[in-house]
């Protein structure tokens, strides 16, 4: 198992400027590789990854002798990056490759393990020399590369370490899960977490910031200050987003052996123009990402139920569906006299977890049937301690 840990630097003004050459030149290296495959590959030829960078490497010295400046590092491994990049693309696994732009991508290159060294609270980087890092590494195993990139005109360090494989502890318990805008997440115990919608919060202060920077002159000092100051915005806000999720994430795969989701069409509701910036802020696909990694990690499994499935519409206990429900009921009825929840007001988000995790341990065979009608639970033999 790969794991990676997150460091922030803290450089001086003149390593400023060599973190900043050896993006340059990862970048351009990368443009430069990507319009030459595109080359060969429009006249016929049949271009790698290992030939690109053989032929660069033949005519750098002549006509790019500033790339030498910086770590060899951050000129050879793109030619790595954009052959692993279009066998994804061949496979149908990812778009076509695109050119980096100087405004728009994020800095970044690759350091190999032999090319830094770790120490107290710092890293050793080839031509540059100790670097101070904002703590020491976490986890402990070989060190198999890092990747020094710039967000919000910061610089980090993300170090892979492999580690052994943990040791899965077998937890008997499962869990439906219903997520949502009003609650993010909503159990088939009753818990619900509360979507705390950190874009919508700190909307106002990213208006006024975004103001600030467009009314400054192109290209001055206070332009650029207040570009730094909707960047850093733009991060906080991604870093209270990511750690709500970790920890949600993480106390759900510590406690669940099964976990039953929905899966979304998210490409589809971002379509919607009066939901679209809730759902993003709401971030259900990392939700589920996440889910799924730390899950599969404990030696769990995340169980997807199909999108069409009714579990809003229908009753958990009997297997009523309401036909014509909305989005403006947020209690479910049922209507079926046969049920023992008859006319019983249940909340919606947790009516649909129940069934969520019905249908998820009918998927994996752990119940030999879903309730369909009968006004009981007799029929229903459940495997598992459902939570």
Not at 98 to 112: D, G, Q
Not at 310 to 334: N, Q
Request: proline share 4%; aromatic share 10%.
């Amino acid at each position: 198992m790969i794991r990676a840990h997150k460091i922030r630097l803290h450089p001086t003004k003149e390593q400023h400027v060599y973190l900043a050459k050896a993006a340059g030149v990862a970048r351009f290296v990368w443009n430069w590789a990507l319009a030459e495959w595109n080359r060969q590959y429009e006249a016929g030829e049949k271009p790698t990854a290992l030939k690109l960078k053989k032929h660069f490497n033949e005519i750098r010295r002549e006509q790019f002798p500033w790339t030498w400046e910086v770590t060899k590092n951050a000129s050879d491994q793109p030619f790595l990056d954009l052959g692993k990049a279009f066998t994804a693309f061949f496979e149908g696994k990812a778009c076509h490759p695109k050119f980096k732009s100087k405004k728009r991508s994020k800095p970044s290159f690759y350091l190999a393990n032999d090319q830094f060294e770790l120490g107290d609270h710092r890293i050793w980087v080839p031509k540059l020399g100790w670097v101070n890092m904002a703590e020491n590494l976490r986890f402990a195993g070989k060190v198999t590369g890092a990747r020094i990139t710039k967000t919000a005109d910061w610089w980090f360090v993300s170090i892979q370490v492999e580690m052994p494989d943990e040791i899965p502890v077998k937890k008997r318990a499962a869990v439906g899960i219903d997520v949502g805008l009003n609650r993010l997440v909503t159990l088939s115990t009753g818990e619900g977490v509360e979507n705390q919608a950190f874009l919508k919060t700190a909307l106002g202060k990213l208006r006024r910031a975004n103001k600030r920077l467009h009314r400054r002159k192109p290209g001055s000092n206070n332009r650029e200050q207040a570009r730094r100051q909707v960047a850093r915005l733009h991060y906080r806000i991604a870093c209270l987003r990511e750690d709500a999720l970790q920890k949600l994430t993480t106390r759900l795969a510590d406690s669940y052996g099964i976990v039953g989701v929905e899966t979304l069409n998210l490409k589809g509701l971002l379509k919607n123009r009066r939901l679209a910036r809730s759902f993003s802020d709401a971030s259900l696909g990392a939700l589920r990402r996440l889910l799924e990694v730390k899950v599969a990690q404990r030696g769990g499994q995340v169980i997807k139920v199909g999108r069409f499935f009714p579990s809003s519409k229908t009753c958990h206990c009997c297997g009523w569906k309401w036909e014509d429900m909305t989005l403006k009921d947020r209690v479910f009825v049922c209507q079926n006299p046969s049920c023992p929840y008859y006319q019983f007001p249940q909340d919606r988000d947790h009516n649909a977890a129940q069934n969520v995790l019905r249908e998820a341990l009918r998927l994996i065979g752990l119940i030999d049937q879903v309730a369909t009608g009968t006004g009981s639970d007799d029929g229903v033999n459940l495997a598992v301690d459902a939570g």
